[in-house]
């Protein structure tokens, strides 16, 4: 990159990332990997800085790197390591896993795919053709990704509500 | 709940995460440049070494106290006492020790290996600035960590943009036999710039040790490796060191399998509880290493030229099995290594690529597919010095399933991403499908906008072909049209 480039990079980066951040976050529920996603994503973003004319269009660039790479991430595996107390027979939660807000322990019970829908529609704000195109699916999948993951929110909350009556009851 | 409300929380949600830790950008700099040369590594008998690390600027002067042992006096606003302070570990006491690591010279036959515009650029920090920040006994040895100013010349540095190298302060690690002289210990990392702001840290995977060098008062937790579950999912648990001053000096397990990282091992430093670094820690790097033992690798069809990095040096796929042990820390009677390919990639002006495909089943039952590609470069100014590039082609963990030697594999192999050099050609794309012989002459098609695309599958089951733009999925059938398969193109 030329002196230039790296400059408005660093502009980009430094203006962008807290949002760009954010959004990892939904996507990893976890602060240390949605630093990692974000860092790789921008490092990959960096390589073809050059090449995005429209500087506009960066945020939606680098947004979509993101996403790719976690859907790679999440392909590999082994890329996403879970921090044990004690190693487990199988996979176990992470101890920095996001556990509080209102959404976040309930976005980690959705598969990734699903998890990405709701969180390009309803966080992002895309329409459903722009979430298609981020993940390379129909607008039919989003749609049903969107429904689906949604009805499985509720579920998730209502069985969230109907155990902390259960434990009121009990006390 | 509806949509509204979903919004709503998701905003909620995403500000937990607060905001993102200060340099940010030098850390994607750092970790570009990374990237680059770990895929760019001068080997000569197995010289690997990987310059890491993430800096911010910090003036440092020395002093000597009273006691003559010498002392490092920050001029402005240290980033943190890691590199401050009087000498740390078991041999900080010998004083004509620690004088005598410091005036070492930072030159050597590691030094040597590196191309000579390259080695121009390195840091060789005036003997007056230099100072030692850690000397002591570790497992088979002495090292010793030595810094000074950075004065260093790459040719960015004027543009400030690259943290690693724009530190005002550098270092080496030195190492020797037990019981060393200053005279008898030799540099095991090229001189570079120092990240001011993390942790200092060196790893020999063959004796197993491990030292890192913190601020004093910090924590550190040690991860010896991953543990790889049936369903290919990955946990870690790390367990807190003995620390000293701020230093960890541990004998993990030895392997006799040298790597240049990314290791199994993993270091985590806590300050007020907080996570202050997490990584791998750095490889040392012994200018005249023991070969290891040969791995006997199961071939599952005969290689076909593949280049090894020398006449008489590993192979590509030898090269691939060890870094596999030394990253998950497993030794070779755990894991199962099939060869699937290894041979030469056509096509392209890189015509001496070659490509690897190795798969590893973890005694889980889960599968690690990698595949790597491999060319060798010709120095413009030393045309003698052996150099190759590396890098992966990809590398994918899939749960418990199908034996690896039935599944039929689809890889993408870019040849030559990620290189950093000029004068070298774009990438080539190469599409690499392998199928079980025992399946004969099979075919694998996609429809792509430019039109229908097929590859047929003889003899050892492969099929090498430029990568057709746009492919995601094959569809594998035999001779008379059944399919047998779908599968998706794994990439980088």
Same mark, same amino acid.
């Given at each position: 990159m030329s002196r230039s480039d790296d400059e408005d990079f660093r502009s980009f980066v430094v203006a962008s990332s807290p949002a760009l951040l954010r959004m990892a976050f939904l996507l990893t529920g976890d602060r240390g990997h949605a630093e990692d996603l974000l860092q790789t994503a921008l490092m990959k973003s960096s390589r073809r800085w050059t090449d995005i004319k429209d500087r506009q269009a960066a945020y939606a660039y680098v947004r979509r790197v993101m996403i790719n790479t976690q859907t790679s991430w999440l392909r590999r595996r082994h890329v996403v390591e879970n921090v044990v107390d004690a190693v487990p027979e199988i996979a176990g939660p992470d101890e920095h896993h996001a556990s509080e807000g209102k959404t976040l322990p309930a976005l980690a019970q959705l598969p990734p795919g699903m998890r990405a829908v709701l969180v390009l529609r309803f966080y992002e704000d895309l329409s459903e053709a722009e979430t298609a195109r981020l993940l390379g699916c129909s607008i039919g999948t989003v749609k049903s990704q969107a429904s689906r993951g949604l009805a499985r929110l509720r579920l998730y909350f209502a069985d969230q509500r109907a155990c902390v009556s259960g434990h009121g009851e009990g006390l | 709940m509806d949509a509204d409300y979903l919004r709503e929380a998701l905003r909620e949600d995403a500000e937990l995460v607060g905001a993102p830790e200060p340099g940010l950008y030098e850390r994607v700099i750092a970790a570009r440049r990374r990237a680059a040369q770990r895929r760019l590594a001068a080997l000569a008998a197995g010289l690997a070494a990987l310059l890491v690390g993430i800096s911010v600027p910090v003036s440092l002067a020395v002093l000597q106290s009273a006691d003559g042992r010498q002392v490092a006096?920050? =001029?402005?606003?240290?980033?943190?006492?890691?590199?401050?302070?009087?000498? /740390?570990?078991?041999?900080?006491?010998?004083?004509?020790?620690?004088?005598? +690591? /410091?005036?070492?010279?930072?030159?050597?036959? !590691?030094?040597?290996?590196?191309?000579? *515009?390259?080695?121009?650029?390195?840091?060789?920090?005036?003997?007056?600035? /230099?100072?030692?920040?850690?000397?002591?006994?570790?497992?088979?040895?002495?090292?010793?960590?030595?810094?000074?100013?950075?004065?260093?010349?790459? &040719?960015?540095?004027? $543009?400030? @943009?690259?943290?690693?190298?724009?530190?005002?302060?550098?270092?080496?690690?030195?190492?020797?036999?037990?019981?060393?002289?200053?005279?008898?210990?030799?540099?095991?990392?090229?001189?570079?710039?120092?990240?001011?702001?993390?942790? &200092?840290?060196?790893? *020999?995977?063959?004796?197993?040790?491990?030292?890192?060098?913190? $601020?004093?008062?910090?924590?550190?937790?040690?991860?010896?490796?991953?543990? @790889?579950?049936?369903?290919?999912?990955?946990?870690?648990?790390? +367990?807190?060191?003995? @620390?000293?001053?701020?230093?960890? +000096?541990?004998?993990?397990?030895?392997?006799?399998?040298?790597?240049?990282?990314?290791?199994?091992?993993?270091?985590?430093?806590?300050?007020?509880? =907080?996570?202050? $670094?997490?990584?791998?820690?750095?490889?040392?790097?012994?200018?005249e290493p023991t070969p290891a033992p040969e791995l006997l690798l199961e071939y599952q069809r005969p290689p076909s030229g593949n280049l090894a990095v020398e006449p008489v040096g590993p192979s590509l796929e030898h090269l691939m099995t060890e870094q596999i042990l030394a990253e998950y820390g497993v030794g070779p009677e755990e894991v199962h290594f099939l060869v699937h390919y290894s041979g030469e990639v056509p096509g392209g002006s890189r015509s001496q690529a070659s490509?690897?495909?190795?798969?590893?089943?973890?005694?889980?039952? &889960?599968? =690690?597919?990698?595949?790597?590609?491999?060319?060798? !470069?010709?120095?413009?100014? #030393?045309?003698?010095?052996?150099?190759?590039?590396?890098?992966?082609?990809?590398?994918?963990?899939?749960?418990?399933?199908?034996?690896?030697?039935?599944?039929?594999?689809?890889?993408?192999? *870019?040849?030559?991403?990620? +290189?950093?050099?000029? *004068?070298?050609?774009?990438?080539?794309?190469?599409?690499?499908?392998? &199928?079980?012989?025992?399946?004969?002459?099979?075919?694998?098609?996609?429809? !792509? #906008?430019?039109?229908?695309?097929?590859?047929? !599958?003889?003899?050892?089951?492969?099929a090498i072909a430029p990568f057709p733009a746009g492919a995601r999925i094959l569809t594998v059938a035999d001779r008379q049209g059944t399919v047998l398969d779908e599968v998706r193109i794994s990439s980088g």
């Open positions: - | 006096a920050p =001029l402005a606003q240290p980033a943190s006492d890691i590199y401050g302070g009087p000498t /740390r570990g078991s041999l900080s006491d010998d004083s004509a020790f620690v004088e005598g +690591v /410091r005036t070492l010279p930072w030159t050597g036959t !590691l030094i040597d290996r590196v191309p000579a *515009d390259q080695r121009a650029e390195l840091p060789d920090s005036p003997l007056t600035t /230099r100072w030692v920040v850690f000397a002591g006994e570790v497992t088979g040895g002495r090292w010793a960590l030595v810094v000074g100013q950075n004065n260093g010349q790459p &040719a960015n540095r004027d $543009a400030g @943009v690259d943290s690693e190298v724009s530190s005002e302060i550098a270092g080496v690690w030195f190492a020797g036999p037990t019981g060393a002289s200053p005279s008898q210990m030799h540099p095991v990392t090229l001189p570079q710039g120092i990240a001011t702001q993390g942790p &200092a840290t060196l790893y *020999d995977s063959v004796t197993g040790a491990l030292v890192v060098v913190s $601020a004093p008062g910090d924590s550190i937790e040690l991860s010896a490796r991953p543990q @790889v579950a049936s369903d290919a999912s990955i946990t870690r648990r790390y +367990v807190e060191a003995d @620390v000293s001053d701020g230093v960890a +000096v541990v004998a993990m397990d030895p392997s006799p399998y040298r790597s240049p990282g990314p290791f199994a091992v993993q270091y985590r430093v806590r300050r007020d509880g =907080l996570i202050l $670094a997490q990584a791998g820690p750095q490889a040392y790097s012994d200018p490509v690897a495909v190795v798969s590893a089943t973890f005694p889980s039952g &889960a599968v =690690l597919v990698r595949a790597n590609w491999q060319e060798s !470069l010709v120095s413009a100014s #030393e045309p003698s010095l052996s150099q190759y590039a590396d890098g992966g082609c990809s590398n994918e963990l899939s749960p418990v399933g199908e034996p690896v030697a039935q599944r039929i594999l689809a890889i993408r192999c *870019d040849v030559g991403r990620e +290189v950093v050099q000029e *004068d070298l050609p774009d990438p080539v794309s190469t599409l690499i499908v392998l &199928a079980p012989s025992n399946l004969g002459a099979v075919s694998a098609a996609t429809q !792509l #906008e430019s039109g229908p695309f097929s590859v047929f !599958l003889i003899g050892e089951g492969v």
